[in-house]
């Protein structure tokens, strides 16, 4: 029996690549917009560190020894 639906235009053809390639391309453009907005707000608020001589490597405490520096 020989397949005799075949379109080009069909969703899984041209169309279904075209379709594809514009829903990764919007994810790529949202994320990298996400990201760039993520960037900006976080370096408007640098932060230093409270006795830098007690940090210790590959430790959870170390979030709690830095503080913004406006504060």
């Known amino acids: 029996m020989e397949n005799t639906s075949r379109h080009i235009f069909h969703i899984h053809g041209i169309t279904g690549m075209l ?3 514009v829903l990764l391309l919007s994810i790529l453009a949202v994320l ?8 900006g ?24 020894k830095r503080v913004l520096v406006g504060e």
Do not use: H, R, W
Request: charged share 15%; no cysteine; net charge negative.
């Open 19 to 21: 379709i594809a390639t």
């Open 32 to 39: 990298t917009f996400l990201g760039v907005l993520t960037q």
């Open 41 to 64: 707000s976080v370096a408007d608020k640098p932060y230093k560190f409270v006795e830098p001589q007690s940090i210790q490597m590959n430790s959870y405490d170390n979030a709690n």
